[in-house]
């Protein structure tokens, strides 16, 4: 939402605004690496609690280390950084702890819990366009200050929920275990898919509709990030609530497929209402990606445990960091036109699916 706030007040080029998220999605990707060495000897709930607290500071930084450092950028990537290693921490843990817990539908119950992903997403878009609008978005770093509020919070949350492991200590693979495993290459690639599916959409869906179809910043807030993120909201719910009357690997490449269609009508239609209706649409298309090859690696890896976890967030956060990047700089080198590069972000989805039909075939690791 602040891609082009920040690139026109300090004066940052497209290509170095595209590294942020790249910034972001690579210090995920070693906090990943960290957390599958160490978090089962550190223990789930002083990590998590710890990634609440790193989430706080990055965001307050946020608002004061680009007026402070003499390099505005580096402020910004100092805090993002910052952030970063929250997140990563995260994304790492909160998976594991719910399939730890005795559901009887593991696909449908990791749905659910990563609906509400989107359901925070919604909540931060729509809250920041309506303070955006009410305090004018040069205010922009008392909000960010004001969602630092959210980490602290669960703070409490983390330090006082029951958390049990997803697998008895000791009886997790190890990672050369894992690197062993076809079926976790296969699982690999697809995280890889996903994260650049999602992201490279998700990340440049307001600056997209901005500069490309000529909307107004509160209608772009609204239009392309907010949407977005209820489409792929309303996929993960549907599955949570449906899922056992679905074929969860045809739901999975129909996706893949959608998602494909979605990148073809952002990028190449010359009517903006198809093009905005791409953006919105890819949101449900990538909704299962995610929390999908998460269930399905759990269920062929069921020994698999935080470590597989780990790996897999890593490759998300490389999709993550790829797909983004990828966009900004193919969108850059074509005169800043953001359609150039999602047209390439396609690619991603076509992978997916080729992968996916592999692993159809593919037997559960004994």
Same mark, same amino acid.
């Given at each position: 939402m !602040?891609? !082009?706030? &920040?690139? $026109?007040?300090?004066?940052?080029? !497209?290509g170095l605004i595209a590294l942020i998220p790249t910034a972001f999605f690579f210090t995920q990707l070693d906090v990943d690496i960290f957390c599958a060495k160490f978090v089962d000897r550190i223990g789930y709930r002083v990590s998590i609690v710890a990634s609440e607290a790193f989430s706080a500071v990055g965001l307050v930084a946020l608002a004061f280390l680009p007026e402070i450092l003499p390099s +505005? %950028? +580096?402020g910004i990537m100092i805090s993002v950084v910052l952030y970063a290693i929250g997140c990563g921490l995260i994304e790492v843990l909160c998976s594991p702890i719910v399939e730890a817990c005795?559901?009887?539908n593991k696909e449908a119950t990791m749905s659910l819990l990563h609906s509400f992903y989107c359901w925070g997403? !919604? @909540?931060v878009t729509l809250t920041s366009t309506l303070l955006f609008t009410t305090l004018g978005i040069d205010n922009w770093k008392y909000i960010a200050c004001f969602w630092a509020i959210v980490? &602290?919070? $669960?703070? %409490?949350n983390f330090a006082t929920c029951p958390i049990e492991k997803i697998v008895e200590d000791g009886k997790g693979m190890t990672i050369l275990q894992l690197f062993r495993s076809p079926l976790f290459w296969v699982a690999v690639v697809l995280m890889v898919c996903s994260g650049a599916? *999602? &992201? /490279? =959409?998700a990340q440049w869906a307001s +600056?997209?509709? *901005? /500069?490309?179809l000529g909307f107004s910043k509160t209608i772009c807030d609204l239009a392309g990030p907010c949407l977005f993120a209820v489409t792929m909201g309303i996929c993960r719910v549907f599955y949570g609530k449906f899922g056992e009357k679905v074929?969860? =690997?045809?739901? =999975?490449? @129909?996706s893949g497929v959608l998602c494909l269609i979605c990148y073809i009508m952002a990028s190449l239609s010359h009517n903006p209402i198809v093009a905005l209706l791409g953006c919105i649409m890819c949101g449900f298309s990538v909704g299962i990606m995610w929390p999908g090859t998460l269930s399905i690696s759990s269920k062929k890896i069921p020994t698999g445990g935080t470590a597989m976890f780990a790996l897999l967030a890593m490759a998300e956060d490389l999709g993550g960091s790829i797909g983004p990047s990828t966009v900004g700089m193919i969108s850059q080198k074509a005169g800043d036109n953001l359609q150039y590069g999602l047209f390439f972000g396609g690619i991603f989805p076509v992978v997916l699916v080729i992968f996916l039909i592999i692993l159809k075939f593919m037997k559960k690791e004994k």
């Open positions: !602040l891609f !082009l706030k &920040l690139h $026109n007040d300090y004066q940052i080029p !497209l +505005a %950028y +580096a005795p559901f009887e997403w !919604l @909540g980490p &602290l919070y $669960n703070i %409490y599916s *999602e &992201l /490279s =959409m +600056a997209f509709v *901005e /500069s490309c074929d969860f =690997m045809k739901f =999975m490449i @129909g």
